[in-house]
Structures are given as structure tokens and as C-alpha cells.
């Protein structure tokens, strides 16, 4: 059978024209592009690549960036080259047979690289270790104790893709129902009873009627289960302190369609998207200028910034990016941001403390000392890692005492 075309009628690139390319964006991101420019950047200067060919050169570069340290090791060079020998390694590929020189591949194995890969690869343990910043790893054995070893090992694995069933328009089959008759298969998770779990076609749902229409919205299913921390009266009112895109602000005016629902953030930007987000849920969500809330509420939710710890499966750049500097800046603005926000929440009303992190420094040591500065106690935390089957997050509860 002839190679499938892609919409612009030129034939796919090989997969060795796919690894070469990855290899020469690897290295372009090693000396400090960032992925995502540099993959829009090659897309645009390569327009024979088609839209299989763009998935896949970014999956090698996305799966080489998560595993850095272990591919590193496998395939004995810090490097783009070193990296995707180390993606062949570890997918069980034959290098030889991809790295030839011939057409678009890369060029021929030199003959230390194929003594290398010839060699025994390194126990499983220093590979997944590898794949964490090397100053982090005392903290993150320490706060994962015993799971260390298994969240490592799911951190090497790319992310599922999650949809959150707008309760407000449908129930989580019909929308799953719907999606299948646009090609997108679905499962249900556990770990919510709105999240479905995209088993395939995760590249059509931009462009679906059902996101179109409101009834999905693209959020992680630990995301979605962080809300099991909250229950709201009728007509009680709720301020996202740090709402971003909206994700947490859409999820409870969908689970508490009732409540009065306003979102803050410190950078308008980001909050760009939450007015279309809120007109296709069909969602009411009062926007709040930013820097100057005031008010009394049933309930503050701060979904603080942090590190990002427990999303580095989707954003690995950002893994190799933070610094005990930078981790130290976020602790202490959260501190910052849980002591402004503490001052909004009405008499008998509660604060939600969230992150998408693993570190215990943001997360229970955060609200441990929170509390120790007198006033508040927590009455109920989650916390979720990879092992669960989705991103790790932490979330919290605290009321007066
Ligand atoms: C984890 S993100 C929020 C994600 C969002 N809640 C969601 O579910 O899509 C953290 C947000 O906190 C905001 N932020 C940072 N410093 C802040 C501050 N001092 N006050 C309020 N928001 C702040 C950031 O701009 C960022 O959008």
C-alpha cells in the first residue's frame, strides 16, 4: 500500500526523518529555546510536514525532555543525538537500523555509539532517579517516602488525557457518547465522576462539536477531584483567588450551579480565556479586577502558584527550569497570597488551599504553617500523586477556630 498523504498531498517523513528532526530541535532546546517555540518555529519553516509527522516529532521531543537524565545515560551523550539513541533504547528500537545517514536519517552509528548501546543499559532505579533534578531528589525521597520509587516510574510515562462532563449540560456517558460519534473514545475514571480519560482521537477534541458546545472541558482528573474537598450552599459565594484560565472557577460553577462564583488572578492575561470558557459551559463566572478584591466569601480557593512538580509529565522543560531559588520565591509567595486570601473568607466560611505539586514544602508544611501562625486549623487535605492515574496535586481545607 502507498505511504498515506497528508492534507497537503506531500508523504509522510520516515521515522528516521522524524527522530532526525527531534534530534536537531533537542539539541536547539539544550542550549536554552524554548520546546514549544522551537517546535512552531520548525513546523513553519518545514511545511512539507504534515500533521502526523508535526505529533510525532513533538511526542520524541516531548518524551526525550521528561526523560532526560534516563535517556541521557542510555544513550551516552547529553545531547539530541545521545537523547533520541536513548528514546530508541528504551522503546526497544533498532538504532542501527534508523541511524543509517541515508535520505533524511540520521547519520550512521559511530562506532563508540553503537560500543555504547551494545553495553549493559544502567539498573532501572538510576535511570527513573535520573529523570528528577539531581538537587531535588533528597526532598522529593523524603516527602515520597515509599512511593518514591513508583511516582518516578510514572513520571517517565506521557500523561493521560483528561475531559472533564459539564454536569450542567449533560451527564459524563452522554458526553462520552457524544464524543464517540466524533471519533473520540473515552473512558470513565475513577478518581472523579466527571473525569473522562481520552483512550483516542485526543487530537480531535479542539476542533468537536462537544467541546464546541460546552459539554467537555479539557482538566486533569486529579484537577477534578480536588473539588471533592468542597461543598457549597445555595447562593454561597465563592472567590477563586488565583483563577488563571478559569479551570477550578468552571468546574465549581458546574458542580455548584447555584453559588455566585467570582474569579481574581494578579495578571489579567490569564484570565483572557474564562469569559468564552464560562459562554460555552453556560456558566455565570464575575470576573474581579485584579489586585483590588474585596468582599467577604463562603469560600476562598487559592490554587496557588507553585512549582508544577506534580505536572512535569505534560511540562518537563519546566522540571530542568526550577532552581532551589525560584522553589524557595514560590513558597514564600504562597505564604504571601494564603495570608491575603484568609482575610476575604466570611465569618463560619472556609479557605480551599490547592497546588499542583508534590513537594511537601508547598503542600502540608505550607498549611502546617499557615496554621501555626494562629487562627486557622485544616479539617480535611487530598493529596494525589501519578499512581493514581493522573497529575499529583494537594488540597486543603482550613476554617477558623
Ligand atoms: C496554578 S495557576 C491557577 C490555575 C487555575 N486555577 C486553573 O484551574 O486553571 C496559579 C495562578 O496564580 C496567579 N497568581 C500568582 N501570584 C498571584 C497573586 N499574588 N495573587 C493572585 N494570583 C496570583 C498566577 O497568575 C496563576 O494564574
Redesign the pocket.
Known amino acids: 500500500m502507498p505511504p498515506k498523504r497528508d492534507c497537503c498531498g506531500s508523504d509522510p517523513m520516515t521515522p528516521a526523518a522524524r527522530l532526525a528532526a527531534a534530534i536537531d530541535l533537542l539539541d536547539a532546546i539544550l542550549e536554552g529555546a524554548p520546546a514549544e517555540r522551537a517546535l512552531t518555529n520548525w513546523a513553519r519553516a518545514n511545511r512539507y510536514a504534515g500533521s502526523g509527522d508535526r505529533a510525532a516529532v513533538r511526542d520524541h521531543v516531548f518524551d526525550a525532555l521528561r526523560c532526560r537524565g534516563s535517556f541521557a545515560a542510555l544513550g551516552g551523550a547529553l545531547t539530541g543525538r545521545g537523547l533520541i539513541l536513548g528514546l530508541c533504547r528504551a522503546e526497544g528500537r533498532d538504532a542501527t537500523a534508523l541511524f543509517t545517514g541515508e535520505g533524511h536519517a540520521p547519520a550512521a552509528l559511530t562506532a563508540d555509539e553503537a560500543k555504547h548501546l551494545a553495553s549493559p543499559a544502567p539498573p532501572r532505579e538510576d535511570l527513573f532517579t535520573s529523570d528528577w533534578p539531581e538537587w531535588l531528589l533528597p526532598q522529593l525521597r523524603a516527602d515520597l517516602g515509599a512511593d518514591f520509587a513508583p511516582v518516578s516510574e510514572a513520571m517517565q510515562a506521557r500523561a493521560p488525557v483528561f475531559l472533564r462532563a459539564n454536569l450542567a449540560k449533560t451527564t459524563r456517558d452522554g458526553a462520552a457518547q457524544v464524543l464517540a460519534t466524533e471519533g473520540i473514545e473515552t473512558q470513565p475514571h475513577p478518581l472523579a465522576d466527571t473525569a473522562l480519560e481520552v483512550t483516542a482521537g485526543a487530537r480531535k477534541i479542539a476542533q468537536s462539536q462537544a467541546y464546541a458546545q460546552g459539554l467537555v472541558e479539557l482538566q486533569d482528573a486529579a484537577?477534578q477531584a480536588m473539588l471533592q474537598l468542597v461543598d457549597l450552599a445555595p447562593g454561597a459565594r465563592v472567590l477563586?483567588?488565583?483563577?488563571?484560565?478559569?479551570?477550578?472557577a468552571l468546574a465549581l460553577a458546574a458542580a455548584f450551579p447555584k453559588a455566585q462564583i467570582t474569579a481574581?488572578?494578579?495578571?489579567a492575561g490569564?484570565m483572557r480565556d474564562i469569559a468564552p470558557r464560562a459562554k460555552r459551559a453556560g456558566a455565570k463566572i464575575t470576573l474581579a479586577e485584579p489586585g483590588k478584591v474585596t468582599g467577604q466569601y463562603d469560600l476562598v480557593l487559592v490554587?496557588?502558584?507553585?512549582s508544577g512538580a506534580g505536572t512535569w509529565r505534560r511540562t518537563p522543560e519546566a522540571k530542568w527550569r526550577l532552581t532551589p531559588a525560584r522553589l524557595a520565591e514560590l513558597v514564600a509567595?504562597q505564604a504571601e497570597?494564603l495570608s491575603h486570601a484568609a482575610g476575604l473568607v466570611a465569618p463560619g466560611g472556609r479557605l480551599c488551599y490547592m497546588t499542583?505539586s508534590l513537594l511537601d514544602v508547598e503542600n502540608a508544611a505550607q498549611i502546617a504553617a499557615f496554621a501555626a501562625r494562629g487562627g486557622w486549623e485544616s479539617t480535611a487535605h487530598l493529596r494525589l500523586t501519578p499512581c493514581d492515574g493522573a497529575d499529583g496535586f494537594f488540597g486543603a481545607v482550613l476554617s477558623r477556630i
Open positions: 484537577s477563586d483567588y488565583c483563577a488563571g484560565g478559569g479551570g477550578k481574581h488572578d494578579i495578571d490569564r490554587d496557588a502558584p507553585c509567595l497570597i499542583c
